[in-house]
């Protein structure tokens, strides 16, 4: 990935990767990190569906504010990239519902998921529409340097 534009390798990974590695913690600051099945629009806001009930779940029922990491983990070790997010999360009002689980269904079928509606989100179904709204994104430099991340301006 050298001398590539960050914004480029951040796009093409977030485009190409189909999971998500979502850090919440709970009240006390007890960290949990849980890999989700994810769909983006514009690259700020990714959306996700999982139980109510679930750790990571409760936990930013309390803590709204999470990390993400969508890592690719295709490629030779040593070459790996990610795109760091710090975000803030929760679950999907009503009034966003259909075009969140409009977006969520159609990369689910484009990698061959399902067709999802507004209604295997809500009522007695078990499940709940998420999302993280990325207010920082980041890449890995590749300079030599441990840890050394670059900003990235993504639309």
């Given at each position: 990935m050298t001398g590539q534009d960050p914004g480029v390798v951040a796009h093409r990974i977030l485009d190409a990767i189909l999971y998500m590695v979502l850090a919440t913690a709970d009240e006390a600051g007890r960290p949990w990190a849980s890999p989700v099945y994810f769909a983006h629009s514009g690259y700020t806001e990714l959306f996700w569906v999982s139980s109510p009930e679930a750790t990571h779940s409760r936990n930013i029922a309390v803590r709204p504010q999470v990390s993400v990491v969508v890592f690719d983990s295709t490629v030779p070790v040593g070459s790996g990239q990610g795109v760091y997010m710090a975000a803030?999360?929760?679950?999907?009002?009503?009034?966003?519902?259909?075009?969140?689980?409009?977006?969520?269904?159609?990369?689910?079928?484009?990698?061959?998921?399902?067709?999802?509606?507004?209604?295997?989100?809500?009522?007695?179904?078990?499940?709940?529409?998420?999302?993280?709204?990325?207010?920082?994104?980041?890449?890995?430099?590749?300079?030599g340097a441990p840890d050394h991340r670059v900003v990235v301006d993504l639309p």
């Open positions: 803030e999360a929760g679950e999907v009002p009503d009034e966003e519902l259909e075009r969140g689980i409009a977006i969520f269904s159609r990369r689910s079928l484009e990698t061959g998921g399902q067709a999802w509606t507004p209604d295997d989100v809500r009522g007695g179904t078990g499940l709940r529409l998420y999302r993280a709204v990325a207010s920082e994104h980041s890449i890995l430099a590749k300079d």
